[in-house]
């Protein structure tokens, strides 16, 4: 067998041409599955031309070096032009970066937690996806599913619909940073909130499944439901409405009929927060009558 004469540049993987003009790799150490009988082999030292009389070609894409003895298959002329153009064609083919599925899968996710939070400020950090996925690159911009679980860290998948499918699914971490009323100090059981008790900050609510107070009239006057340490983002699970009137206290029934104001004086006989309904006994009648609290010590007969 002729010694090949051209050398082999490291750092490249050769292709050859089958009969069946199909690009076969030249898988290192083995035979082509497609003839396991060829005759030739040669080293990455050396690259051969011309063997045998017939026209051989063999074909570089930046691959992956290799030293081991390579494997090869004689390639008709008439196979030439065909293997060639496949070839080309491949090189041609642009792939999807990494840094273009990152890109595709935070826009996305960044414009969905902005329709949710439309006042909040939104961080999306997504994991980097590995340089070494070789995915075939995409004729239309790549699709973002919505993603799959809950509070900050989530799972997105990434696809392309074509020309050659594939999927990819990312994960992030997001951030949703909103303005939120917490507790400017610790508060005890029971204690009622004034406008010295809380603040708004800006802080990340991604993890608050139990929901937050915007704003510090939501909270004002109401009474705290348990201890709250300082800090407290505050949630309805922790806040109840502030008792005005309890059972024994002295109230004022109020009766208002047009321009027309009357009041009596009475007795509470259940305690009552604002809005409630309680019974009050009119203390000159001795009536007992259905009330709601509008105010600290203030009831009114509800409409018969």
């Not at 290799?66 to 065909?82: C, D, H, M, Y």
């Not at 709250?228 to 109020?254: H, K, Q």
Request: proline share 7%; with cysteine; glycine share 8%.
């Amino acid at each position: 067998m002729p010694k090949p004469k051209t050398p082999v540049t490291a750092g490249f993987a050769y292709f050859c041409g089958s009969l069946g003009g199909n690009l076969l790799p030249l898988n290192t150490g083995r035979r082509q599955s497609g003839n396991p009988r060829l005759p030739l082999r040669f080293t990455a030292q050396d690259r051969p031309d011309i063997i045998d009389g017939r026209c051989s070609i063999y074909l570089q894409r930046p691959l992956c070096p290799f030293t081991q003895e390579i494997p090869v298959t004689r390639l008709s002329l008439s196979a030439l032009a065909l293997c060639a153009s496949l070839l080309l064609s491949t090189m041609t083919q642009a792939d999807t970066s990494a840094a273009a599925v990152e890109n595709s899968a935070r826009d996305y996710l960044t414009e969905l937690y902005r329709q949710q939070n439309p006042d909040a400020q939104i961080d999306v950090h997504i994991n980097p996806v590995s340089t070494r996925l070789r995915l075939p690159d995409c004729a239309s911009p790549l699709t973002v599913e919505v993603p799959r679980g809950s509070g900050s860290r989530i799972t997105t998948r990434v696809a392309c619909d074509g020309p050659q499918h594939w999927a990819l699914f990312v994960t992030a971490k997001v951030g949703i940073l909103h303005q939120v009323i917490i507790t400017r100090r610790p508060v005890g059981r029971g204690e009622v909130l004034g406008n010295n008790d809380i603040e708004s900050r800006l802080l990340d609510i991604s993890d608050e499944t139990r929901g937050y107070y915007l704003a510090p009239e939501d909270v004002i006057g109401r009474s705290a439901s348990r201890h709250l340490p300082n800090a407290s983002i505050l949630n309805a699970g922790m806040l109840t409405n502030s008792t005005l009137i309890e059972r024994g206290d002295s109230v004022i029934i109020e009766v208002r009929t047009g321009a027309m104001h009357l009041r009596a004086q009475g007795t509470a006989l259940e305690d009552g927060e604002d809005g409630a309904q309680i019974r009050v006994r009119n203390d000159r009648s001795g009536q007992e009558i259905k009330a709601r609290v509008v105010a600290r010590g203030l009831v009114r007969p509800l409409a018969r």
